[in-house]
């Protein structure tokens, strides 16, 4: 007589694993992903060819006193994100802004009834895929941006590794920003607004004047602390202050879009 071998259970995930997983699957399902990975990936290249060429230009001009000397590659490839981010956020706002313009966030609500769930599973996605399409936009500059310095270029190893990586880590964030800011303004025109002012016009503005009281409020917006995050820049406060500062304007706009999220019907 043989005893049956009751058959192994089939290995399941928590509800948090599968919300994560099906954010993935739509996020890269969809066309508009990769023309932004693309779109981000040629603004890159060429803005920073195009920083290298004001590098170089300025270091043989005959007045030696705008000459800016010998630069990093990573120098250039941080510079570069200015313009590059805008590209990459993206990816962070249309991932619930598309859903509340077609209708289907009711679908994914009814999938994950828990609102924070699917925000925090957004959130999740969108960091990870923001961080690794900064890992290969620093890869790009720093190859565009090396031969086009010639002699006025360097590129050493781990200073050119550390500023990719903090280059991927600022994109990352900023990517949740914009998550957090789309959920709880549904407008993807509104949010980039909202996301332009923060990032740049409102802390220019505070800064033009040269009056300190208004630099010091310009130092904690989002776009300001993550340029000295960037920079490596010890004053006004350490860039690891910059990092935390940018990494709670982040949270603090998840926690606005959970709330928004949780009062209003999809």
């Not at 508009?32 to 230009?57: C, D, E, P």
């Not at 002699?151 to 990517?175: C, H, I, K, M, N």
């Not at 960037?230 to 004053?235: I, W, Y």
Request: hydrophobic share 55%; glycine share 12%.
């Amino acid at each position: 007589m043989t005893t049956a071998i009751p058959a192994r259970p089939a290995p399941t995930t928590g509800p948090f694993v599968g919300a994560v997983a099906a954010e993935w699957t739509k996020l890269w399902s969809v066309r508009s992903t990769w023309w932004t990975v693309l779109a981000a990936a040629l603004t890159m290249a060429a803005t920073a060819a195009q920083l290298a060429i004001y590098a170089v230009n300025a270091n043989t001009d005959d007045d030696p006193a705008v000459g800016p000397g010998i630069l990093g590659v990573g120098e250039i490839v941080t510079g570069s994100l200015e313009l590059t981010q805008y590209v990459v956020l993206a990816l962070g706002l249309f991932a619930i802004s598309s859903e509340y313009a077609t209708g289907t966030i009711r679908t994914t609500l009814r999938c994950t009834p828990s609102r924070s769930r699917v925000l925090l599973a957004k959130a999740v996605v969108v960091g990870a895929v923001t961080f690794l399409v900064g890992l290969l936009l620093g890869g790009i500059g720093a190859v565009v941006a090396r031969p086009v310095l010639g002699e006025w270029g360097r590129a050493p190893l781990g200073g050119t590794v550390g500023d990719v990586l903090a280059s991927a880590t600022y994109l990352a964030l900023v990517g949740v920003l914009a998550l957090g800011l789309a959920a709880a303004l549904r407008g993807a025109v509104l949010t980039l607004t909202v996301l332009f002012a923060l990032l740049m016009i409102v802390p220019l503005s505070l800064q033009e004047p040269g009056i300190t009281v208004l630099t010091r409020i310009a130092d904690g917006f989002p776009g300001v602390a993550g340029n000295h995050f960037l920079a490596g820049e010890s004053d006004p406060y350490p860039a690891v202050v910059g990092l935390l500062l940018l990494a709670g304007w982040a949270a603090a706009a998840l926690a606005v879009g959970r709330w928004a999220l949780a009062r209003r019907d999809a």
